[in-house]
């Protein structure tokens, strides 16, 4: 493909909307033609976002101004709920929705944990959830892609081999996931500040995480059988990056060396996902600002169980770097079209 493709940005004043201006502008076939942001139309990108100053970058606009007709790829990274009422109206374009709102395949369940009936239920069974190693054969001329999640993600990444060959079992998942501050948006939130978050870590979202039913939506698929987990996320003094870890139980007849085979065997040929060398714990300066992910599984010091590490960048493979992912396979365009860069250190 050589004609460029005109690409629009929604929420480009959030922090996954700027990583994601960030990527494409090192994308040799992304044109960005217009950049969304309600509370901010009007404005240069250049006032919202000072590192982006040098780049001729169009102005800020209203996400309803857009003339859709004139886009090729859409990417939206807006609030749950505003994400499916816009992007529901966008007609013969592709969608790489970074929201929620079309990662569950239920609106009964999307219900029940946003407080929101589901804006446009009739999109829900045609959007491909996007877990890009796990969603290769859905992706090729995809409409609607639903981008997984930073937790969910990195989760995934980590589970969803054990769990596809029987390597682990489905029931008392426990799963404890660390956070930087930029995961939870750019809005201004007392708990966000400088004083609040440094020096310290503390747990949140105890016991009804909205992540929670997409982890088990997607680690049920994999089971076979519904999947009920044990997620705990944290918020810690970083601005980027993601680790989970992941205590689960050996099936019957797996070890340690069976589990290892399975995940070094799925992930080989990936791009993006790596397997560390035995003994080696994930860490998340190993892939900060990038698209990788790095895993490991440790036999816990109780017999019979395992944990299982993974560590993203959640503004990254967590987010905008999983939409430009996505994107380049469902327009067939090579998969590491644009996001080759390696980690940043330190």
Same mark, same amino acid.
């Given at each position: 493909?050589?004609?460029?493709?005109?690409?629009?940005?929604?929420?480009?004043?959030?922090?996954?909307?700027?990583?994601?201006?960030?990527?494409?502008?090192?994308?040799?076939?992304?044109?960005?033609?217009?950049?969304?942001?309600?509370?901010?139309?009007?404005?240069?990108?250049?006032?919202?976002? &000072?590192?982006?100053?040098?780049?001729?970058?169009?102005?800020?606009?209203? #996400?309803?101004?857009?003339?859709? !007709?004139?886009?090729?790829?859409?990417?939206?990274?807006?609030?749950?709920?505003?994400?499916?009422? /816009?992007?529901?109206?966008? &007609?013969?374009?592709?969608?790489?929705?970074?929201?929620?709102?079309?990662?569950?395949?239920?609106?009964?369940?999307?219900?029940?944990?946003?407080?929101? &009936?589901?804006? !446009?239920?009739?999109?829900?069974?045609? $959007?491909?959830?996007?877990?890009?190693?796990? @969603?290769?054969?859905?992706?090729?001329?995809?409409?609607?892609?639903?981008?997984?999640?930073?937790? %969910?993600?990195?989760?995934?990444?980590?589970?969803?081999?054990?769990?596809? $060959?029987?390597?682990?079992?489905?029931?008392?998942?426990?799963?404890?996931? /660390?956070?930087?501050?930029?995961?939870?948006?750019?809005?201004?939130?007392?708990?966000?500040?400088?004083?609040?978050?440094?020096? #310290?870590?503390? %747990?949140?979202?105890?016991?009804?995480?909205?992540?929670?039913?997409?982890?088990?939506?997607?680690?049920?698929? !994999?089971?076979?059988?519904?999947?009920?987990?044990?997620?705990?996320?944290?918020?810690?003094?970083?601005?980027?990056?993601?680790?989970?870890?992941?205590?689960?139980?050996? $099936? %019957?007849?797996?070890?340690?060396?069976?589990?290892?085979?399975?995940?070094?065997?799925?992930? #080989?040929?990936?791009?993006?996902?790596?397997?560390? %060398?035995?003994?080696?714990?994930?860490?998340?300066?190993?892939?900060?600002?990038?698209?990788?992910?790095?895993?490991?599984?440790?036999?816990?010091?109780?017999?019979?169980? /395992?944990?299982?590490?993974?560590?993203?960048?959640?503004?990254?493979?967590?987010?905008?770097?999983?939409?430009?992912?996505?994107?380049?396979?469902?327009?067939?365009?090579?998969?590491?079209?644009?996001?080759? !860069? @390696?980690?940043?250190? &330190?």
């Amino acid at each position: 493909m050589s004609k460029p493709l005109r690409t629009a940005i929604l929420g480009a004043s959030g922090y996954t909307g700027a990583d994601l201006v960030r990527l494409a502008l090192g994308h040799p076939q992304l044109e960005i033609t217009a950049l969304a942001a309600n509370s901010k139309a009007g404005q240069p990108m250049s006032a919202i976002w &000072p590192h982006l100053s040098y780049v001729d970058l169009p102005v800020l606009t209203t #996400a309803e101004a857009i003339d859709y !007709a004139a886009i090729d790829v859409v990417f939206g990274c807006l609030p749950h709920a505003a994400s499916a009422s /816009l992007l529901s109206t966008i &007609p013969d374009t592709t969608i790489i929705d970074l929201s929620a709102d079309f990662r569950l395949k239920s609106a009964e369940t999307y219900a029940d944990w946003y407080d929101v &009936p589901h804006p !446009a239920p009739h999109l829900l069974e045609g $959007a491909v959830y996007g877990l890009t190693e796990f @969603a290769r054969e859905a992706l090729p001329g995809a409409r609607l892609i639903a981008c997984p999640g930073c937790y %969910p993600t990195a989760v995934l990444l980590a589970l969803y081999p054990l769990l596809e $060959a029987g390597q682990i079992g489905p029931e008392r998942i426990t799963i404890n996931a /660390l956070s930087g501050v930029s995961g939870a948006g750019r809005g201004l939130k007392e708990a966000n500040l400088f004083a609040e978050v440094a020096e #310290a870590v503390h %747990p949140y979202g105890l016991g009804h995480h909205r992540h929670m039913p997409e982890i088990e939506q997607q680690l049920s698929i !994999a089971a076979g059988q519904s999947v009920v987990v044990s997620f705990t996320p944290h918020l810690v003094p970083m601005n980027r990056g993601e680790l989970v870890t992941c205590l689960v139980e050996l $099936a %019957p007849g797996q070890s340690l060396a069976t589990a290892r085979e399975v995940l070094a065997a799925r992930y #080989a040929d990936e791009p993006f996902v790596h397997l560390l %060398p035995e003994g080696k714990p994930p860490a998340t300066r190993m892939v900060r600002g990038s698209n990788h992910c790095v895993v490991n599984v440790f036999a816990d010091r109780i017999p019979g169980r /395992l944990i299982v590490i993974a560590a993203i960048d959640n503004l990254v493979k967590g987010s905008s770097g999983q939409a430009i992912q996505n994107m380049n396979l469902a327009l067939g365009l090579p998969e590491t079209m644009g996001l080759e !860069a @390696a980690p940043l250190f &330190p």
